[in-house]
């Protein structure tokens, strides 16, 4: 059980007033809030320590580069992986692109296949379109089943000696499915593919333990896990990272450059090109570290539970559709709805009234939302911090939403 009021006392943002009510933020699957502690590790980092890594051997310099590569350790621990397996990247999409520029790009061709499915995220479907369009490669999309689970007969019947990759979220931003990736990696693997797990929305809110999944590689966002923006993983297993070629070059990456040519780096370096987020780094070393406190176990029984909640109490409202998942243990604290012909932009701009942010919009799933037969959905999301008063006050606000329009 997490002290939930314990905890927002560390987050200085939730004692805002949004139209002199208290905010009430459902938004977290978009991008999570930051504790003092991760706050107070920037600060500290640029009041401090603050010098360009890796590049002098002064004093400052040192503590920088320790700082930034003690953060890429505590990475690695926090997902079972080795130090150089862990690229710093922005975020997910910049590691997306990685993969395609490093890998994709340069070693599929017609008539290679990859493999996604319908509820990606566009950062998971428009590297692969590229790689189609560049290279001839085919790009199958996996469907869902009736209830939004992913529907793996259709993996296993798709998958053939052509699919070099197979890319899939682990939990969809809009669903809020899970996806049995620990399972599918045995699948993809048997027929000599590479698995690819998109985890922005897993790595913040579970255990994740890429050997016990055994995925190739796992992309992840530290501002959706308590860290500020543009500080992103990726994971990569040493030996495929070692085969890849860098993307991005330049000042840092290179042992050795003459007038002739160049002699890469090692990994992980040789694909971090110019000067590093360290303040980044910094503050998801903290934010890993709060996470740990709490346990990764205890934040994914919190979710559940509010997504049973928030589950039950939605369903009692009229006119309100919900998307995936209803079983809160294949479902992530993602719920997705609309309400009977009202555009999800003004459900959220009514809800916002009353202090309340959640998503609306297509959530950059397109053809998500084509499957699903609707243009848009607002999206409640949660994290350690929500309360099952504030999904109280959600189903409260909605109720105002379809008075006002006389639903
Ligand atoms: N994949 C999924 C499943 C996501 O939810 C998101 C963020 N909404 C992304 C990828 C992209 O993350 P970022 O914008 O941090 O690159």
Not at 52 to 69: F, V
Not at 79 to 95: G, H, L, M, Q, S
Not at 195 to 219: E, K, N, R, W
Request: glycine share 6%; net charge negative; aromatic share 8%.
């Amino acid at each position: 059980m997490l002290n939930v009021e314990k905890i927002r006392e560390d987050f200085p943002i939730l004692k805002r007033k949004i139209n002199n009510r208290q905010l009430i933020f459902l938004d977290s699957a978009s991008t999570s809030q930051k504790p003092n502690q991760v706050i107070e590790s920037i600060k500290n980092y640029y009041e401090m320590h603050n010098a360009n890594p890796h590049r002098s051997i002064y004093q400052l310099c040192d503590e920088a580069t320790q700082l930034y590569e003690d953060a890429r350790k505590k990475v690695a621990k926090f997902i079972n992986a080795k130090p150089e397996e862990i690229v710093f990247v922005r975020n997910t999409n910049e590691a997306m692109n990685l993969i395609m520029h490093s890998f994709a790009l340069p070693k599929l061709h017609n008539p290679s296949e990859i493999i996604v499915s319908i509820m990606e995220h566009h950062a998971n479907i428009v590297p692969w379109q590229l790689v189609r369009k560049n290279n001839g490669t085919k790009l199958n999309f996996i469907d869902l089943n009736e209830d939004g689970t992913l529907n793996l007969e259709q993996l296993n019947n798709s998958i053939n000696r052509n699919t070099k990759i197979v890319s899939l979220t682990h939990v969809s931003n809009v669903l809020g499915t899970v996806n049995p990736v620990k399972e599918i990696s045995k699948i993809v693997h048997e027929n000599g593919s590479l698995f690819i797990v998109d985890g922005a929305q897993s790595v913040p809110h579970m255990t994740i333990d890429v050997h016990d999944i055994g995925c190739d590689f796992l992309a992840f966002s530290g501002h959706k896990m308590l860290a500020p923006m543009n500080i992103g993983v990726l994971y990569g297993r040493k030996e495929v990272l070692e085969e890849m070629e860098p993307f991005m070059v330049g000042g840092d990456m290179i042992k050795e450059v003459t007038t002739e040519g160049v002699i890469w780096n090692d990994i992980p370096w040789k694909f971090e090109a110019g000067t590093p987020n360290v303040e980044g780094a910094v503050g998801l070393s903290a934010a890993i570290d709060y996470l740990e406190k709490i346990g990764m176990e205890n934040v994914r029984e919190h979710e559940k539970e509010l997504t049973q909640y928030a589950l039950e109490k939605l369903s009692e409202v009229e006119d309100v559709q919900i998307y995936g998942p209803t079983n809160p243990e294949v479902k992530g604290g993602v719920v997705a709805f609309n309400v009977k012909g009202v555009h999800s932009h003004d459900v959220a701009y009514i809800l916002n009234d009353f202090g309340i942010a959640v998503r609306s919009g297509h959530h950059c799933a397109m053809p998500l939302m084509k499957r699903l037969g609707i243009q848009s959905c607002a999206r409640a999301s949660f994290y350690i911090y929500n309360t099952k008063e504030e999904i109280d006050a959600l189903i409260e606000g909605l109720e105002k939403v379809k008075m006002v329009f006389k639903l």
